[in-house]
């Protein structure tokens, strides 16, 4: 069954407005989790990766006041777009794991920004 | 930094037959793992097969193989026996050794042809 849980998996938005994305663990607790944009027929590259208690750790690129990351218990982390525009449309991805089993992937959640 | 190269952007294969993709990377570690990921039309990330570069020994995973060069830092997918389910975009990843953090290529289109 899934390991992780990814929400909503489709949302299209009105331009200026905000978005949020839930990853959820399922049965167990993730410290640490991971969070990956992919464009239309492109790879995914990872934006940031989000720490349970404490801020996120945003890669080169990646605003951290646009793409705002909140991991306030070891089951959930969320990402908020703020201020959307439709160059922020993408499908965003989120990953964890278990300790000592690979890493687990939710089922993503694709953005429209119109 | 490290990176990953996948040159095929696109391959086919009828069914049944074999088909190698090919993924190379950079990096000055000695030790990390390498991923090749499925994505198939519903976007779910899936693991084909994980190596480790201190192993030796090529991993195995039914169907799936790969050839490991390390010094070459050459890591190709072999597909046997393909099935029109295998019909996915295929993802080679890096990942260096104590963390979480994946690196992609940027995907080989595979279609498989009945």
């Known amino acids: 069954g899934a390991v992780v849980s990814q929400h909503p998996s489709w949302v299209i938005c009105k331009s200026g407005t905000s978005v949020k994305i839930e990853c959820r663990s399922l049965?167990?607790?993730?410290?640490?989790m991971f969070w990956y944009r992919q464009f239309p027929k492109q790879s995914l590259m990872l934006m940031a990766t989000?720490?349970?208690?404490?801020?996120?750790?945003?890669e080169q690129g990646v605003e951290k006041d646009k793409f705002l990351i909140n991991h306030a218990s070891l089951t959930l982390s969320t990402l908020t777009v703020t201020s959307a525009h439709p160059e922020d449309s993408s499908f965003y991805i989120c990953?964890?794991?278990?300790?000592?089993?690979?890493?687990?992937f939710g089922n993503g959640t694709r953005l429209t920004v119109t | 930094a490290q990176t990953v190269t996948q040159s095929q952007p696109e391959m086919s294969v009828q069914e049944a037959e074999t088909v190698t993709l090919s993924c190379t990377y950079d990096?000055?570690?000695?030790?990390?793992?390498l991923f090749w990921y499925k994505q198939p039309p519903s976007r779910q990330m899936i693991l084909v097969i994980r190596?480790?570069?201190?192993?030796?020994q090529n991993a195995t995973e039914n169907r799936f193989s790969v050839n490991f060069q390390k010094a070459a830092k050459s890591f190709s997918l072999k597909i046997s026996d393909s099935q029109l389910g295998d019909t996915a975009m295929y993802f080679c990843?890096?990942?260096?050794?104590?963390?979480?953090?994946?690196?992609f290529g940027t995907g080989t289109r595979l279609q498989v042809f009945p």
């Open positions: 989000s720490n349970e208690g404490s801020k996120a750790t945003y």
């Open positions: 990096t000055s570690e000695n030790n990390y793992y």
């Open positions: 049965d167990f607790q993730a410290t640490t």
């Open positions: 990843a890096f990942m260096p050794i104590f963390t979480d953090k994946l690196i």
């Open positions: 190596q480790e570069a201190y192993k030796q």
């Open positions: 990953s964890t794991r278990r300790l000592d089993s690979p890493l687990h």
